[in-house]
DNA sequence: CTGACTGCAAAATGTTTGCAGATTC
DNA sequence: GAATCTGCAAACATTTTGCAGTCAG
């Protein structure tokens, strides 16, 4: 853990971030414990293992740390917002299972040429772009067993 | 506008919708002042129009119109939630002016298959999705002014 | 007439903010 | 020691809800 609590702390400096004893906690903890998290289960879990941080330093530090690139913010359908850690990971889309909530992750490249191709026509420039396909995953498909979503 | 007001009247017959003089309003209203808009942006038409329609109302039948497919919603990455009137229009993608707030649309046939393609590939079956592009318009690029947003 | 719809005001949700004191660099 | 964090509680924006009265079918 030392060894990892390091990088975090260097990833934070490199990003002209205050390393503080919070942002140390939930950065680790958002990229250990998770694979996408909604800001709440980042609250829920911290305090369940009995680290303390409010409520707003959870959300400002959120922010900074995707500003920074930590960690990726993504919206659902829904308005419900949630983030994943960043580490290097490249860049990729969602499927989202409507069933049990599930997300799984794939890459297209030729998509993004396609999206690319679209915005020249339109002298648009591209930023950023979300892709998500809403829909039902293979095990729901079979067993149509409604699992509890675990996000994680 | 008789002839308008009938054919909103019919469709909202058609879908089993009872007809209400706040449900003509907000439905009419919605087709024909905005192509796309917020649920606040409507609210305030309403109001500058002289109709009468309470904030509850007026995101219940959002919702019914949603539901019964007159309308579409759509939430932009910053958990603002756009409507558009249906209106037998195709299905299409949005790029959303970061600069300007103005939302273009765009269909790329050549996505969707791709889309599908690799919904295939994960035993996935895909319901909906949702493309956005954020980026800056042509107008922006160019003037480089920030003008307001119209939305509409 | 009954169930569905409406307005109102209050509640809920999820996130942000002002402030005073603590901490990092 | 200055600028940046933090916690707290209050504020926020948006949407939803309970309730009692009204209206469509």
Same mark, same amino acid.
Request: aromatic share 6%.
């Given at each position: 853990?030392?060894? =990892?609590? @390091?990088?975090?702390?260097? /990833?934070?400096? %490199?990003? &002209?971030? $205050?390393? *503080?004893?919070?942002?140390?906690?939930?950065?680790?903890?958002?990229?250990?414990?998770?694979?996408?998290?909604?800001?709440?289960?980042?609250?829920?879990?911290?305090?369940?293992?009995?680290?303390?941080?409010?409520?707003?330093?959870?959300?400002?530090?959120?922010?900074? =740390?995707? @500003?920074?690139?930590?960690? /990726?913010?993504? %919206?659902? &359908?829904? $308005?419900? *917002?949630?983030?994943?850690?960043?580490?290097?990971?490249?860049?990729?889309?969602?499927?989202?299972?409507?069933?049990?909530?599930?997300?799984?992750?794939?890459?297209?490249?030729?998509?993004?040429?396609?999206?690319?191709?679209?915005?020249?026509?339109?002298?648009?420039?591209?930023?950023?772009?979300?892709?998500?396909?809403?829909?039902?995953?293979?095990?729901?498909?079979?067993?149509?067993?409604?699992?509890?979503?675990?996000?994680?």
């Amino acid at each position: 853990m030392g060894r =990892l609590e @390091e990088s975090y702390e260097e /990833r934070l400096k %490199e990003r &002209g971030l $205050r390393v *503080t004893r919070e942002r140390r906690m939930i950065l680790s903890h958002a990229c250990e414990h998770f694979g996408h998290f909604y800001a709440h289960e980042l609250l829920e879990s911290l305090d369940r293992h009995g680290f303390r941080v409010s409520r707003a330093t959870v959300y400002r530090t959120l922010a900074h =740390l995707v @500003e920074k690139g930590l960690l /990726r913010r993504h %919206e659902l &359908g829904d $308005r419900k *917002t949630f983030y994943e850690p960043v580490l290097g990971r490249e860049h990729h889309e969602h499927m989202v299972c409507v069933c049990c909530g599930k997300i799984l992750e794939f890459i297209q490249d030729e998509i993004e040429r396609l999206q690319d191709q679209v915005c020249r026509q339109h002298g648009f420039r591209p930023l950023s772009h979300t892709l998500q396909i809403q829909g039902i995953c293979r095990t729901c498909r079979r067993g149509g067993r409604g699992e509890i979503a675990s996000h994680g």
